[in-house]
């Protein structure tokens, strides 16, 4: 090794930076060490080093704004980045050390290994310079920096050969497309592909940045002013076209661009013309970009922020940026860096900056962003511990326009076309009402006191309501149903007032008849786990709803489930239609729960007919079949639409009364005792009766059975 090679470390542990110049100087090199920030760039200008040896977590400075310095500075001399944290964080901090144009020698992770440090003083370090598991583009191409030159660039740029690729974001929770993030592709004629971690950092060095960051603008805002329009007309691409006139499209932009006023004052204009809301368009800062100069960005952030555009903090982690700094600004998202999220699986580390970044960003009200997701448990994990919005390999990688429509079409679409392929599998659209749905929404009704009630399965084009309470019209068109929203989250969506929601204040169903003022809807599943549709309440007067209420109605909605799935012929006696005791017990076992849930008295009635099998015998089994038929429209016309009622054996039957006041049960015989007594002769219709009240205990519908079995005998008969 020539004895002119020049180390220069900056450490603030005199013992590390006495190690390390102690390892250079044994393998020949020059080396001196400081252990300060001034006395580090004073020698940086006078000694020219050809190396740097940097540890970036330093308690008194900070490594990053150093790095940002020398980048400032024009530096040449080959980065080492030493540290005693992880290698992966290590790694990062090279990945964004290379952004800032600086060259990286290799990372000299602890404990110090005296090969390794002379490898990377050799520049034989080279070859395991920071990288992700999977090669980069820029890592594949064999063109080297130098190879590519101002001209280059400019070429690249006049010719179009700068396009974009586009990488799809969900929103966790709900597994639904949330925008698309582009990024800049270059295929050299000769050199073939160079990543944008090569000619990024290229042109922000031949001051041809801003001409880049705005064809990037353009091409994107272009293609996604298109997007909606290169689908297919058939009907059933209708919602995703829809939908894809909400989604954003996340643009990278660069430090040195941020100050490009005039760059950003164009691109409000190009929104304008291409019909495109600033608030879709998501700027990419990151995070070390957005610290260099705080006061100024501030200004400038502030000014994007205020023209509708939102901004992002990229790479969130690697900088150890303020977190002041960062509350002050005004950003709308934090995404996580990738190097925490492909790692989160197998380091408890990584998972706690992922954590915590989240409860970080969700305590400053931002969304929060993983990229790097590679795998399905990855996603899991981010969505279990509420990370809002997901990207990564697992969902898509980067793709050129044409393989987004493919993607849209099989991949995000399929859950819409599989949700209208399990719905129209139940034939059930179209079919006239149902008896076990209307008891649900007369109960939803009759619990939260509202005049609507509804069980809405949406269709491609419309909702259609299979029980409708308080509503005359069996479908309102799609794009204005309300339920078409709720279905897109896993859980209960409440409008407390209408009118003060911009979503919705001008909806016709607002405006006009039924003049919906209070909402709330739960989604309702098929067993495959598609959302078909809600059960909903619906009131015109404005209403708040509690936590309490939101499981109340999640449990009334879970009822409805249950129907779609029960067996409903094994359910049924076929003789009355009445539920038989397989059908009641199972409902009512629901029932008895929600009135737990939710502190409702309930009453079970058991009745049976006295005497039925001497009339058999006396009338014939064809009569007795009459009585029975008889016997049980009576009970429909003396109890609710809303209560559970049974033929429970061959002559007893079984009702249950949910949300019923205490002297109820009392009320409810003599009703029917009146109306049996209206009954024309002959008939059996001498019954003894008796009745429980659900108790605290009660956990089972047998016990409330028995209680109401004993109270029968001991009653008069009727
Ligand atoms: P970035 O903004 O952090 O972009 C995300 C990078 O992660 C992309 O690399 C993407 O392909 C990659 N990625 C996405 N999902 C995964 C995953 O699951 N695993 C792994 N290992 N990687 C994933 P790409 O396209 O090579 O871009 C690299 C960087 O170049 C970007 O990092 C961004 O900083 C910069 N860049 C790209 N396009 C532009 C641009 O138009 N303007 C500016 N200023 N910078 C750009
Ligand atoms: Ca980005
Ligand atoms: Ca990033």
Redesign the pocket.
């Known amino acids: 090794m020539a004895a002119t090679t020049r180390l220069l470390i900056l450490d603030d542990d005199p013992l590390t930076g006495q190690t390390i110049a102690n390892i250079a100087i044994m393998a020949g090199v020059e080396a001196r060490y400081v252990d300060e920030p001034a006395a580090f760039f004073q020698q940086v200008k006078d000694w020219q080093p050809d190396f740097i040896a940097l540890d970036l977590v330093m308690p008194r400075m900070d490594g990053v704004q150093v790095m940002v310095e020398l980048a400032r500075l024009g530096c040449h001399a080959e980065i080492i980045i030493s540290s005693g944290v992880g290698g992966r964080v290590l790694d990062a901090a090279a990945r964004s050390a290379a952004?800032h144009g600086l060259n990286i020698a290799g990372v000299l992770a602890k404990p110090f290994s005296p090969a390794r440090l002379r490898a990377l003083l050799k520049d034989e370090g080279a070859a395991d310079t920071p990288s992700?598991?999977?090669p980069?583009?820029?890592e594949l191409t064999t063109a080297s920096d130098s190879d590519i030159s101002h001209q280059d660039l400019q070429t690249a740029l006049d010719r179009k050969q700068i396009t974009l690729?586009y990488?799809p974001k969900i929103n966790c929770r709900t597994g639904l497309l949330a925008g698309f993030?582009?990024?800049?592709r270059w295929h050299h004629p000769d050199y073939g592909p160079v990543?944008?971690?090569r000619f990024?950092p290229l042109a922000e060095r031949y001051g041809l940045?801003d001409a880049?960051?705005e064809s990037?603008m353009v091409q994107g805002l272009r293609w996604l002013s298109q997007l909606p329009l290169q689908l297919d007309d058939a009907a059933e691409f209708d919602y995703l076209r829809r939908r894809l006139r909400d989604i954003t499209l996340s643009?990278?932009?660069?430090a040195s661009?941020l100050n490009n006023i005039d760059l950003f004052e164009r691109m409000n204009e190009y929104c304008q013309s291409m019909g495109i809301r600033p608030e879709r368009l998501i700027f990419?800062l990151?995070e070390s970009c957005a610290m260099e100069d705080p006061i100024s960005s501030l200004d400038i952030l502030t000014r994007l922020r205020m023209k509708g555009f939102h901004l992002s903090i990229?790479?969130f982690g690697t900088g150890y940026s303020s977190m002041l700094q960062l509350a002050r600004l005004p950003f709308s998202e934090i995404k996580i860096d990738?190097s925490f999220v492909?790692t989160a699986a197998g380091s408890k580390e990584s998972r706690t900056v992922i954590k915590t970044i989240i409860d970080l960003g969700h305590g400053l009200g931002l969304y929060t962003s993983a990229?790097?997701?590679?795998s399905d448990e990855a996603l899991e994990y981010l969505r279990s511990i509420g990370c809002d919005l997901a990207?990564?390999?697992?969902i898509a990688?980067?793709m050129p326009a044409e393989a987004v429509l493919d993607w849209l079409r099989e991949g995000q679409l399929s859950d819409e076309s599989r949700r209208l392929q399990v719905l129209h599998s139940l034939n059930i659209l179209d079919t006239p009402p149902d008896e076990r749905f209307d008891r649900i929404t007369r109960l939803a009704a009759r619990l939260f006191r509202v005049p609507i009630a509804l069980f809405t399965l949406v269709d491609s084009n419309r909702q259609w309501f299979k029980s409708s309470l308080g509503l005359d019209v069996t479908e309102t068109a799609r794009d204005i149903s309300f339920c078409t929203h709720a279905i897109e989250q896993e859980d209960v969506m409440v409008i407390p007032d209408a009118t003060q929601n911009p979503a919705f204040k001008n909806n016709p169903l607002v405006l006009q008849d039924p003049n919906i003022r209070f909402y709330a809807g739960c989604p309702v599943h098929a067993d495959t786990g598609s959302r078909l549709g809600t059960l909903c309440l619906i009131d015109r007067e404005p209403r708040e709803f509690s936590r309490h209420d939101e499981a109340i109605l999640r449990h009334a909605a879970q009822m409805i489930e249950n129907e779609l799935t029960a067996d409903f012929l094994a359910h049924v006696d076929p003789l009355t239609n009445m539920l038989n005791r397989r059908g009641f017990d199972s409902r009512a076992q629901e029932a008895l729960s929600l009135c737990h849930d939710a502190d409702l008295q309930a009453c079970l009635f058991l009745l049976d007919l006295v005497n039925f099998k001497a009339f058999n015998q006396q009338h014939g089994p064809a009569a007795g079949d009459r009585a029975l038929i008889e016997f049980s429209r009576l009970l429909r016309e003396t109890f609710r639409g809303s209560d559970l009622i049974a033929r429970y054996g061959d002559d007893d039957f079984v009702i249950l009364m949910v949300d019923i006041d205490p002297l109820g049960p009392q009320a409810a015989l003599r009703r029917l005792r009146t109306i049996a007594r209206a009954i024309e002769q002959p008939h059996p219709f001498s019954y003894n009766a008796g009745w429980a009240l659900l108790e605290s205990g009660d956990d089972s519908v047998q016990q409330l059975v028995l209680r109401a079995s004993d109270r029968m005998h001991s009653e008069d008969r009727h």
């Open positions: 952004e992700t598991a999977m980069t583009v820029a690729v990488q993030e582009a990024l800049a990543g944008p971690d990024i940045i880049l960051t990037v643009i990278n932009i660069s661009s990419e990151t990229d790479d990738k492909m990229e790097g997701i590679e990207q990564g390999y697992a990688r980067p």
